[in-house]
C-alpha cells in the first residue's frame, strides 16, 4: 500500500477531502507529520468513550516532503497521567491495538496548486485503539514518538463534575445558523414597540441565563453544523463535516476515531428516553450529531441506518456498542432516507425496519396529534427539509406541487406540523415513556431553515423560523409547567453557528420598484432615523399596532412598504428588492447549463431589486456562515452556569453536568 | 409667525430636519398632532431633571391636512400620580409655563415627494415647562387635549431606586460600534487557539457579567451614537443626531426639551469628580453625551463651550442650571474646537478659557505623562480623531505629515497616548482629586474609532482599536487593583450600536493579487474548512505561535498570506483585496468632482481587489450602523445587575442605581 496511487485513486482519494479553495491543510488537526487523536487540548467527560488513532505522515513531494515518503512504522505512544511515568498506551488503557494500517492519500497546497492540477501526495501509516475512557478528573500527557526523535505531545483533561445531578430533564433548542442580529431583526418584526420601549419581548429575551459560545471547528475559524453539533454534543472540536469523530485521513468515511455523544451517555447513564426533533431532514448534521458517528455528514442512508442500529451495526470492524440504541421520537422530513429507493440504506424500506424495532410511524400533523403517548415514535413529514413557516402560514399555496410525501409516492404534503407541534408532542411522548422510570428525557429540537433560508439569502423566511422557534420555546416553557416538569427540566437555546447577517435600514418598497436604473433604485434605502419604525407590526395605515391572524408574538403584515434593508457579510451575484418573495423560497443566484463559470444572478429572482457582485468565490451559490459568536439562553436547574463567555464545547460539559452523566 | 413662511425660509427650517432619503416623518416621536415630551413610556430617575415641551400640529397641505392649516394654540395639559386626578401641569410642577410659541417647519412624505420637491408645510403652537422633576417611584399619566376633544396620552414611569450605593466609583467604556462579531474577530486576531481552544482571552470574554442590550432610537430601529449616548448615560430614547434633549420642530437646535445625564447627576449628588476620555474629537457625540444638550450633535463648538460653562450659560432662556460644571478630566481630540478660529465657540480661545477656569493643559503624551495629578486637566492631542493604533504602533510614518498639531500650529502630533495611557491617566487624576472627600468617581472612556474605521470598511484597523480597548480594560482593571479601588469600581463595557460587520473566510492575498479578473480573484476566498486557521498569530512559516512586538494580546503579523475575509451588511461601491492598508486609514469610495450621481469606488483603494457594486444610497459614501443588540460586560460591585437582555436606557438606570443616584 506504499506505493503511489494511480491517477484513478488519485481522484477518488482526493474527493474524500475538501479542496474547493485555498488554506489547504494536509490534516486539520495534525500541523507534524504525526498525529494524534484525540488532538492536544482535548477535554472528556469522566466515563466518556472515545478511541485514539495515531497516523505517521510521510509526503512524497511539495514543502513538506520528508523520509522519501516513507512513513516511521515503529512509532511508539504513551500516556502519562499527572506526574506518573509515560505508560505504553495499550496498557495503559488495557486495551488492543489495532493491526498497522498503510496507505496514501493527496491534498493541494494552495489555490495556485489546485489550478495547475498538481497534488501532494502523502504516504502514511497508523494505528488505533477503540472503546477507551479515563474515570479520573485530571490531565493526561500522550506522546507519540517517531522518525527516530520527533515527538507529538497530546494534553488531555478529563474534567471535574457535580457527583449529582440538578436536573431531570433537557429540552435543547437548536436555531440552526441563529446570530444574536436575527433575534434582534425578529423581534422588531413580531414586537410592538412605542416611543422605543418594548411592549412584550421575545421569549429568548426573558431566559434566565445569557451566554455567548464560541463555534469555530478545530482547524478553521469557520464551522459547518456537522461539527458545530458534535462540539455542543460531545464536548470535541472537530473539523468541517465530521460527525463525532476525528477526521483522519484514510479513505473510508466510518473508520475515523470516534467519541461517545451526550445522548449516548444518556442512553448508557440515565436508560432514558431521547428526543430528535427538526425542521430538516432528519439525517441533516444537528440532529445527525446526537445519534451517528461518520467523518462525512452526507452519508444519510448510513445515518438513519445508525439511528436504529447503532454504529457497530454497520461497521463493527471499527466500532465499540454504544449507541442511541433506537430514539424514542424521531421527527423530522428527509423520507427519501426511509422509504425503499437510492437515498436509503442498501436501498432497502427503512420505515419497515423502525416498524419491526415497535415504532409507530406518523407521516402528518393529524397523525402526530393521535400518536400514542407510550410508544417509540418516527414522525416522517416530508422528503428533504420540512416546508418553512411562511409557506406554511402565509402562503399554503406554496406547498402545492412539492411532491413531497413521506410515502416517496409523488404527492404533495400538505398536512405538516411546524416544529411547535412535533416538539410538544415530543415532550409528551418522552414524558410518558419515563413516567415510570423516572429517568427523565433528553431533547434536541432544531429550528433548522434559519440557518437554510439565510444560505438561500431569503431573509424573509430565515427569521419567520426564528420567530416559530421563539413560539416553540414559549410554548414548550409553558407545556412543562402544565405537566409539572418546568422546575425538572434544563431548558437551553443556542445556535451552531453565524452568517454575517443584519439590518441595517428600511427599502421603500414602492419607490424602488417604480425606478429604472440600480443607483436610482438604492435611493430607496433610508438608514439611521430614516430607517424609521417596523413596518411590520402596524395596521395598513400605518397608524396603529395590531395582532395579526398568526398570533401576537408573529408580524401584522410580512410585505410592508417600508420593509427591511438587511444584508450579509458575503454573497453570491444576486438581486435585492428588499420585497418577500411569495411564490416561496428565494434562490438568488444559478449556475447556468453549460457554464464553467459558477453562479451568477438569477434571472427570475427579484425582479424589481438592484444588482450586487457578488464577494464569494464563483462556485458558491449561496451564503456561508461567518465567524460570531452566538447567543446561548438557557432556563430552569443548572441554567446559572450557561452565564458567560465560553467555547461551544462546554456547553456539552454544562448540559452532561446538569444531567450528572460524569458521575461514577 | 402663523402664515406660510416664504421659499427661503422653507429651505432653512427643512435643513434642521432629516430629509435624506425615506421614512420621513413630521417629527420623530410625535405620530399624532398633539405631541408630548417626554413621550409616552419615558422613564425617570426618582428626582432626575427634565423638560416638558407641547406642541400642537397643523399641516397645510399632505395627507395629514387638518383644520386649514391652524393649531389649537387652547391645548391643555395636565398630570395624574398614580390613582389621583388629572392636576393642570404647571400647578402640579409648581412651574411656570412658557410663551405660547408659533412657527411653521417643513418635511417631505417620501421620496417621491423629495424628488419632486414638493414639501408638506406644518404650522405649530408649542409651550415648555422647564428645570422639572419626580422624586416619588410610581406611574403617572400624562394627557394633553387639543383639537375639541383630541387626546395624546403619555405614561411615564418613575422607577424605584435602591437606597444606598454598591459602587464608590464607575469606569464606563464604550467600544463605539462594537458588535460581538467585531469581538469575535478580534479574540481570533490576537489569541492563541490551539486545536479550537483558545489558551488566552480577551479581557471581556473574562469579566463577571454578560447582558446585552437593544439600541434602537426612539422614532427608528437604527441609532446613530448622539441618540444611542443619550439612552446609555440618561435613560431617555431620543432621535438620531439628538443629546439629551427631545427633538422638537422649532428651528433653533438649543432649545428643545432636555434632561439630566448620568454625569450631572452625579456631579450634583456626589459632589465628585467626572472624566471624559475619547478617542474621537472631544466634542463628538459619544463623550458629547456625558455634559451636553443639543438637537444637533454637530454643534460641537457650543458642545465644548457647555462643558465648561453649561447650557444656561449660552443659552439662558432655555435652560435650568445643572451641569458637568467642567468635568475634571477631557481628553481627546478636536483642538479644532479649543484653539480661536472658525471651530471654535464665536471664534474664542478656548484653551485659554479652560486654563482661566483652573484647568492644566497637555498637549501630547510626555505632558500627559508629568501632568499633575490633583488639578483639573484638559489634553487635546491633535485636530480633529485621534490617529489609530495601526498607524501608532506598527506603521508610524503614516502619522508625519497629518498637520495635525493641538496648537492648530499646521505641525504633526507626533507623540501621542493612546485609549490606555489616556484612561490610566484620567484614573489618578480622579483617584486623586476625590481621595479627601471620598466622593469616587465617574468618567467614561471610548474607543471611537471602532466605529470611524467601520465606516471606512477599514476592518483591520477597526480591529487593532477594539483590541487597544480591549488592553485598556485589562490594564485598567490591573490599576484599581494597584490603588485599592477595584472592588469599590463598577467597570461597564458596551456598545453604542452595531455595524452589519462579520469574518466570513479567508482570503489568499497572493492567489487574489496574482489573478487578473474579478471573478478569478474571488478563487482566493476560502469559506468553511477552507477558512483555515488565523495567520495573525502565526510565525511568518506558519508553524508556532509567537508573541509580537505590542505584546501577546495583540496579533504578530497583520500582513499575512490568508487573511481575513470580511465583509458588511450595507456599502458603498468599492473594492476588497481584504489586504491591510499600510499608507493610513482607508477610503473605499468617492463622490468625483463635479458629479451629482452620489459615491463610486475610489480608484486609488485596494488596487489589487475585485469590485463589489453597493446596496447604500449613493449620497452614502460609507458603511452605516445596523440592528443588532450589543453586548455588555460589567465587573464589581452592581455588575450582577448587566446580566441577561434589556434596552440601552436600562444601562443608565442600572449604573445610577449602583452609584445610589436616585436616593433621596
Not at 410592538?192 to 482547524?219: F, P, R, W
Not at 434605502?525 to 424609521?532: F, T
Amino acid at each position: 500500500m506504499r506505493a503511489l496511487t494511480s491517477a484513478v485513486s488519485l481522484v477518488v482519494s482526493l474527493a474524500s477531502l475538501r479542496a474547493s479553495a485555498l488554506t489547504f491543510t494536509r490534516l486539520g488537526a495534525c500541523p507534524s507529520l504525526g498525529c494524534v487523536f484525540p488532538p492536544d487540548q482535548a477535554s472528556f467527560l469522566p466515563g466518556q468513550y472515545f478511541d485514539v488513532r495515531l497516523e505517521v505522515h510521510a509526503p512524497v513531494n511539495g514543502t513538506e516532503a520528508f523520509n522519501g515518503g516513507i512513513p516511521d512504522e515503529k512509532f511508539t505512544f504513551c500516556i502519562q497521567e499527572g506526574k506518573g511515568k509515560c505508560e505504553e498506551a495499550s496498557k495503559f488503557f488495557k486495551s488492543t491495538w489495532s493491526d498497522l494500517q498503510t496507505y496514501n492519500f493527496t491534498y493541494y497546497q494552495d489555490q495556485f496548486a489546485l489550478d495547475a492540477s498538481s497534488p501532494t501526495v502523502v504516504n502514511a501509516a497508523a494505528r488505533s485503539l477503540r472503546g477507551l475512557s479515563l474515570k479520573k478528573p485530571g490531565t493526561y500527557k500522550a506522546t507519540l514518538k517517531y522518525y527516530n526523535g520527533q515527538t507529538t505531545v497530546a494534553t488531555w483533561f478529563v474534567r471535574e463534575t457535580p457527583k449529582t445531578a440538578a436536573a431531570k430533564n433537557v429540552l435543547f433548542f437548536i436555531g440552526d445558523g441563529m446570530t444574536q442580529s436575527m433575534i434582534t431583526a425578529a423581534r422588531v418584526l413580531a414586537h410592538k414597540s412605542v416611543n422605543g420601549v418594548y411592549q412584550s419581548l421575545m421569549q429568548m429575551d426573558q431566559m434566565e441565563a445569557l451566554g455567548h459560545q464560541m463555534t469555530h471547528s478545530i482547524d478553521s475559524y469557520i464551522t459547518d453544523s456537522a461539527n458545530s453539533a458534535t462540539a455542543l454534543y460531545t464536548g470535541k472540536k472537530t473539523t468541517v463535516d465530521a460527525l463525532n469523530v476525528y477526521a483522519d485521513s484514510s479513505p473510508t468515511p466510518f473508520d475515523d476515531p470516534k467519541f461517545e455523544t451526550i445522548a449516548e451517555l444518556f442512553r448508557r447513564k440515565r436508560k432514558g428516553p431521547i428526543g430528535m426533533v427538526s425542521t430538516a431532514h432528519i439525517s441533516d448534521a444537528t440532529p445527525a450529531g446526537l445519534c451517528s458517528h461518520t467523518r462525512s455528514r452526507g452519508e444519510y442512508a448510513s445515518i438513519v441506518y445508525e439511528y436504529l442500529n447503532g454504529a457497530q451495526a454497520r461497521t463493527p470492524e471499527f466500532h465499540w456498542p454504544t449507541s442511541c440504541e433506537g430514539p424514542d421520537v424521531i421527527f423530522g422530513g428527509g423520507a427519501e432516507q426511509f422509504f425503499p429507493g437510492s437515498g436509503s440504506y442498501n436501498g432497502t424500506d427503512m420505515y419497515k425496519a423502525y416498524a419491526a424495532a415497535g415504532y409507530q410511524l406518523v407521516y402528518n400533523n393529524t397523525q402526530l396529534q393521535s400518536a400514542k403517548n407510550n410508544q417509540k415514535t418516527l414522525g416522517i413529514f416530508s422528503t428533504s427539509v420540512l416546508p418553512k413557516w411562511i409557506d406554511r402560514n402565509i402562503y399554503p399555496k406554496n406547498l402545492v406541487g412539492l411532491k413531497n410525501s413521506p410515502l416517496g409516492d409523488g404527492g404533495d404534503a400538505l398536512d405538516q406540523p411546524g416544529l411547535k407541534a412535533m416538539t410538544l408532542k415530543a415532550i409528551d411522548i418522552l414524558q410518558a415513556r419515563s413516567k415510570k422510570s423516572g429517568t427523565g428525557w433528553f431533547m434536541m429540537s432544531e429550528a433548522a431553515s434559519i440557518d437554510k433560508m439565510m444560505h438561500a439569502l431569503d431573509y424573509d423566511r430565515a427569521l419567520g423560523e426564528l420567530l416559530e422557534l421563539d413560539d416553540t420555546i414559549r410554548a414548550s416553557l409553558a407545556h412543562l409547567e402544565k405537566i409539572g416538569e418546568l422546575k425538572n427540566t434544563l431548558v437551553v437555546v443556542t445556535a451552531d453557528h453565524g452568517h454575517g447577517f443584519d439590518v441595517f435600514g428600511s427599502a421603500d418598497t414602492k419607490y424602488l420598484a417604480s425606478q429604472t436604473t440600480d443607483r436610482q433604485k438604492r435611493k430607496a434605502i433610508g438608514v439611521y432615523g430614516d430607517s424609521g419604525l417596523s413596518g411590520y407590526t402596524m395596521s395598513p395605515d400605518n397608524s396603529s399596532f395590531i395582532v395579526g391572524a398568526q398570533g401576537p408574538n408573529f408580524p401584522v403584515t410580512w410585505t410592508p412598504r417600508y420593509a427591511f434593508a438587511a444584508g450579509t457579510a458575503a454573497f453570491p451575484d444576486h438581486r435585492e428588492s428588499y420585497a418577500i418573495n411569495q411564490s416561496g423560497p428565494r434562490v438568488a443566484a444559478v449556475s447556468p447549463k453549460g457554464s464553467t463559470d459558477g453562479y451568477v444572478v438569477n434571472p427570475v429572482d427579484q425582479q424589481a431589486g438592484f444588482t450586487l457582485s457578488g464577494n464569494l468565490p464563483p462556485s458558491e451559490g449561496s451564503g456561508v456562515h461567518s465567524l460570531t459568536d452566538v447567543s446561548v439562553f438557557a432556563n430552569g436547574p443548572g441554567a446559572e452556569t450557561f452565564r458567560g463567555v465560553y467555547n461551544s464545547i462546554d456547553v456539552f460539559f454544562k448540559m452532561a453536568n446538569a444531567l450528572g452523566l460524569g458521575a461514577h
